[in-house]
Nanobody, 127 residues
Framework: QVQLVESGGGLVRAGGSLRLSCAAS????????MSWFRQAPGKEREFVAA???????????YYADSMKGRFTISRDNAKNTVYLEMNSLKIEDTAVYYC?????????????????WGQGTQVTVSS
């Protein structure tokens, strides 16, 4: 059984930083894509960033345009864990952040293609 467990959310002031983690468990689970999405109240789920597996120690990264330069996604393939470092946080970054994974190729910006989701972690940015 595959589980994605996020951690690291919380309350932070505007301009601050947070680091989210998502650990995937499952004896034979080898995700090709591991990504972050977010969903603010009353809004659709939004792509944040993605990684795709290249080698045991390598991966590619992709970002939503609005996140480039502020957010950094990274991945530890040996641990099946993906991270999201968020800097210069803005009030509009407030949302529930979800980790998503898929074992095959997927249109990484589209939520509907992912087979596995975490439960979400709340990020609240205050003024």
């Amino acid at each position: 059984q595959v589980q994605l467990v996020e951690s690291g959310g919380g309350l932070v002031r505007a301009g601050g930083s947070l680091r989210l983690s998502c650990a995937a468990s499952g004896r034979t689970f080898s995700p090709y894509v591991m990504s972050w999405f977010r969903q603010a109240p009353g809004k659709e789920r939004e792509f944040v960033a993605a990684t795709t597996f290249i080698t045991r120690s390598g991966y590619s990264t992709y970002y939503a345009d609005s996140m480039k330069g502020r957010f950094t996604i990274s991945r530890d393939n040996a641990k099946n864990t993906v991270y999201l470092e968020m800097n210069s946080l803005k009030i509009e970054d407030t949302a529930v952040y979800y980790c998503a994974a898929h074992t095959g190729s997927v249109q990484y910006r589209t939520p509907s293609g992912y087979g596995y989701w975490g439960q979400g972690t709340q990020v609240t940015v205050s003024s």
